[in-house]
């Protein structure tokens, strides 16, 4: 027998995941947002998407090292772009890193452009994540978020602000913005 773990995914739909990823949809969330909440895990995941040219959200775990929030092509860790972000004292320290399994790199690293454009994280029954990017971003790397597309998203936590360290959680999902 497996656990089962309720989740709202995806342009107003609550879905329900089963270890084995399988969705089926429960009732209908707000439009224009995308809300993901992981009883199990205790994650809670939420995205703006009636802008046209931003994307804001906010990812709150049960975590005291670094959270994490990526989009890509497909629901895979591969080619993730993501802000990865932890406290130093009361300032938020975040960087863009892209994944390229077994290692994730900064972006800097990559000459690309960045998809991110803003972090704030605070502490909050856990820690809470504030951000915002942008929809599109060119070449090398490039990943289109508009109104319509399918998408990966990843979301990560750890229990250490070193962004070396390795998750305590991480899943991966695909939502239609």
Not at 38 to 55: K, P, Y
Request: hydrophobic content about 45%.
């Amino acid at each position: 027998m497996f656990r089962r773990r309720t989740f709202l995914l995806a342009m107003g739909l609550n879905m329900t995941l089963n270890r084995s990823g399988a969705a089926r949809p429960v009732a209908p969330v707000r439009p224009g947002e995308i809300a993901v909440t992981d009883e199990g895990s205790g994650t809670r995941f939420w995205l703006d998407i009636s802008d046209d040219g931003i994307l804001k959200g906010q990812f709150a775990a049960p975590a005291s090292g670094w959270l994490a929030v990526g989009f890509a092509r497909q629901a895979e860790l591969a080619g993730t772009r993501f802000l990865i972000a932890a406290l130093d004292g009361s300032e938020t320290r975040w960087e863009e890193h892209i994944a390229c399994p077994p290692e994730h790199r900064p972006l800097a690293e990559w000459s690309a452009m960045p998809l991110f454009t803003q972090a704030a994280i605070r502490p909050d029954r856990g820690q809470v994540l504030d951000f915002a990017l942008i929809r599109r971003v060119g070449a090398p790397h490039a990943l289109d978020l508009s109104s319509g597309r399918t998408a990966g998203l990843m979301l990560a936590y750890a229990n250490d602000p070193d962004f070396a360290h390795h998750s305590a959680w991480r899943r991966h999902f695909s939502i239609t913005l």
